[in-house]
């Protein structure tokens, strides 16, 4: 399981980008990097997965560089509704089967007016 | 698209007894994981479904157990409940022919209170 590292926590301001980087130096050839969001007492919710290059759906964006140790997920236009914890997830390729997920700490995103 | 349903919300039960817990994952979908997640702490795997079969399962005492119907909707059932397993249980749905298992989709949980 590729180890991650994403920052502990980030501030933003309604209606601004917010960009949240993860690092995963030891990610493997058949790994995704998939990112969850949570809030508290719920369950997580997917939110973007991707392999390389960019990702864009209607609630985010994920970049990955070529060469795959970081990745960016990019939410444009935050509202209050976006405090929540972000998870980013390294693994679950597809020789893997079932994988089950594991988090990390995350990164708690504080939106304010 | 309804997504992953579970029953009940709440559940609450004295130390000694059974608790059945049901999911219902997103249609076409066909793989169900069951994830516990006491409070303060993170998910934790207990058991994967896949086509009616269990294909793994998580470091849990033999009374955690489940099944998954021809409908591919689950049931977890805890025997013997002791205070510990006082929790959020998580029931997920993963969609067929996807890249990657990593894309689960969860539903809003059992919260249950062992007393």
């Known amino acids: 399981l590729a180890k991650t590292t994403q920052p502990i926590s980030m501030d933003s301001y309604e209606g601004q980008e917010v960009n949240i980087t993860c690092s995963h130096n030891n990610i493997a050839t058949n790994d995704y990097i998939t990112w969850y969001q949570q809030f508290p007492s719920q369950g997580p919710r997917f939110i973007i997965q991707g392999y390389k290059t960019k990702v864009t759906n209607e609630v985010a964006s994920l970049f990955i560089p070529a060469d795959r140790k970081s990745s960016t997920l990019s939410l444009p236009r935050v509202s209050l509704s976006d405090t929540a914890v972000y998870y980013c997830l390294v693994g679950g390729g597809v020789t893997g089967g079932g994988n089950k997920l594991t988090f990390g700490t995350g990164t708690q995103l504080k939106v304010e007016l | 698209e309804a997504g992953v349903t579970q029953s009940p919300t709440h559940l609450i039960k004295t130390r000694g007894q059974q608790a059945t817990l049901r999911c219902s994952p997103i249609s076409g979908h066909t793989s169900v994981y069951w994830y516990q997640q006491a409070l303060g702490l993170g998910l934790q795997f207990l058991l994967w479904y896949d086509e009616g079969e269990e294909r793994n399962r998580g470091n849990f005492p033999p009374r955690f157990s489940g099944r998954q119907f021809p409908n591919y909707s689950s049931e977890l059932n805890v025997n013997a409940l002791e205070l510990e397993d006082s929790a959020l249980y998580l029931c997920?749905?993963?969609?067929?022919?996807?890249?990657?298992?990593?894309?689960?989709?969860f539903g809003p949980g059992t919260r249950l209170t062992v007393t």
């Open positions: 997920a749905s993963h969609p067929p022919g996807t890249q990657s298992s990593y894309e689960q989709y």
